[in-house]
């Protein structure tokens, strides 16, 4: 589930993964919370299975040399290929 809604909010912004969690938890609302302990394993595994990519941008506040890890879907993550592929494997 949290996939898809990864997967459609990277087809219109890249993010990091704190803008990607307080996303997912405004969806879900206060029935559930998503945790770093979930979310960042899945972005790992989502980055692994080539859905999608991860680049460094230096953050906006102090202190300066802290680097944010910013998401972006790849062709592959594209909902309508994830759904295609998993159909294809049952």
């Known amino acids: 589930m949290y996939e898809f809604l990864i997967l459609s909010h990277l ?12 996303i ?6 206060p029935y559930a919370r998503v945790s770093n302990g979930r979310l960042y394993p899945l972005l790992a595994k989502m980055e692994k299975d080539g859905l999608i990519a ?3 941008e230096p953050a906006s506040t102090p ?17 309508l290929r994830v ?6 494997t049952r």
Do not use: C, W
């Open 24 to 29: 997912i938890n405004d969806i879900i609302g």
């Open 54 to 56: 991860v680049r460094t």
């Open 83 to 88: 759904i295609a592929s998993f159909v294809s």
């Open 11 to 22: 087809m219109k912004n890249s993010a990091h993964g704190y803008l990607i969690a307080r």
């Open 63 to 79: 202190p300066g040399d802290r680097q944010l890890r910013v998401y972006q879907i790849t062709e592959a993550g594209t909902p």
